[in-house]
């Protein structure tokens, strides 16, 4: 077990460029979370996917976030166009059904997002 | 509703001491609690976990009490060691039905 796997690791680029992480949940689990880290907002929740359905995308901030899960191994998360406030560490989790005792959420190591 | 509260953001705690961190919630809703522990580039990976219907959870140092009347619950560290040194998150859902929220977490830092 890989475990879930994010890419790239680490993003700088420039204001206004179109940024798109990457995310490979554990094989088996039917349930995708975006998170976002920040020291002001800890973790965040940006949106979720069962089955490969977008659940709750209430805490994607605004319209230039944007998820998919074309399959039930691969998600994207773009952020077009990015802004320097963007910059945060955003993390990937996997697990199947919401997480829960019997079935923990997993996370991946995250994209730390740099935008000057 | 959804807020997850946790306390201190930050604690610095002598090598073989109790390490305490509180959480508190809202929602009466909420069945699964769990404590997650990051270290520094790597994600929050589960520690330990508990449901509402005990009051105490105990996997070798590390143990969670629950008092369901306060909604409150804490994570208590024996015997503190510089290894445990991470930040660590509390959070709550209502299992089988809504994604975790998670607290801010506590930066723990111990010293030898």
């Known amino acids: 077990d890989a475990g879930v796997i994010q890419s790239p690791r680490h993003e700088v680029t420039e204001m206004g460029q179109e940024v798109t992480l990457r995310c490979k949940p554990i094989s088996g689990h039917n349930s995708l979370f975006w998170y976002r880290q920040t020291m002001m907002r800890g973790l965040e929740l940006l949106i979720y996917f069962n089955n490969n359905v977008p659940i709750d995308d209430s805490g994607m901030p605004e319209d230039r976030f944007s998820a998919k899960m074309p399959n039930a191994s691969f998600s994207t998360l773009k952020i077009q166009p990015s802004e320097p406030r963007d910059s945060a560490v955003y993390f990937c989790?996997?697990?199947f059904g919401q997480g829960n005792y019997n079935s923990p959420l997993h996370f991946g190591n995250g994209t730390r997002l740099t935008v000057t | 509703q959804q807020q997850v509260k946790q306390s201190p953001q930050s604690l610095i705690v002598q090598k073989g001491g109790i390490s305490i961190i509180n959480c508190a919630y809202e929602n009466t809703a909420f069945d699964y609690f769990p404590w997650y522990q990051q270290f520094p580039g790597k994600g929050p990976a589960l520690l330990i976990a508990i449901r509402p219907d005990v009051s105490e959870k105990k996997e070798g140092r590390f143990t969670i009490s629950f008092n369901k009347s306060a909604k409150q619950f804490s994570l208590h560290i024996m015997d503190s060691q510089p290894g445990d040194s991470a930040t660590y998150f509390c959070?709550?859902?209502?299992?089988?039905?809504?994604?975790?929220?998670f607290g801010k977490g506590t930066r723990l830092s111990v010293i030898a």
């Open positions: 989790a996997s697990s």
């Open positions: 959070a709550a859902s209502f299992s089988g039905n809504t994604p975790l929220v």
